[in-house]
């Protein structure tokens, strides 16, 4: 059964900035003005990360704007958020990024098909200059490849 996702925010930095090791599905405790927003699109994690401390993930410099009509019940749109994820999750993802010198990246902001929101955070490793430069000539010889069989197809 495919995954029913409507996306909120997507970080695309990510992918060009990271390689990406293993990818992870985290729930996201938030108060229910910040649903609301969420359902405006109103989400920007391209600068988010996240730490592991205390036993607990957190979901730092994540910005989700405040809901329109929220008035008094809206909370601080920068406030770090707590991330849901099993404890042998994290007791493996923090001996990773302890010992390996990986770090957590936010990929993907979406609510899943039951309407909760959720987080995919990846396990990265930082490129390299060369490799940023290697993968941007890969992706435009497979454009111009494209291009080629497109133009091939129209004859």
Do not use: C
Not at 63 to 85: E, Q, T, W
């Amino acid at each position: 059964m495919a995954k029913e996702r409507k996306s909120i925010a997507r970080n695309k930095r990510a992918r060009f900035d990271y390689e990406i090791l293993e990818r992870f599905e985290a729930g996201v405790v938030l108060t229910g003005t910040e649903v609301r927003s969420l359902r405006e699109r109103n989400a920007q994690i391209t600068e988010s990360f996240a730490m592991i401390r205390g036993g607990e993930m957190w979901w730092h410099n994540v910005y989700i704007a405040p809901y329109s009509h929220g008035n008094r019940a809206n909370v601080d749109p920068d406030r770090k958020r707590k991330l849901l994820l099993h404890k042998r999750e994290i007791r493996y993802l923090h001996s990773k990024v302890k010992e390996a010198g990986l770090t957590l990246v936010p990929l993907e902001l979406y609510f899943d098909r039951n309407g909760r929101v959720k987080l995919e955070i990846a396990l990265a490793r930082g490129k390299k200059l060369h490799d940023k430069r290697s993968s941007m000539a890969a992706r435009d010889t497979q454009r111009d490849i494209d291009r080629a069989l497109k133009e091939r197809q129209r004859d």
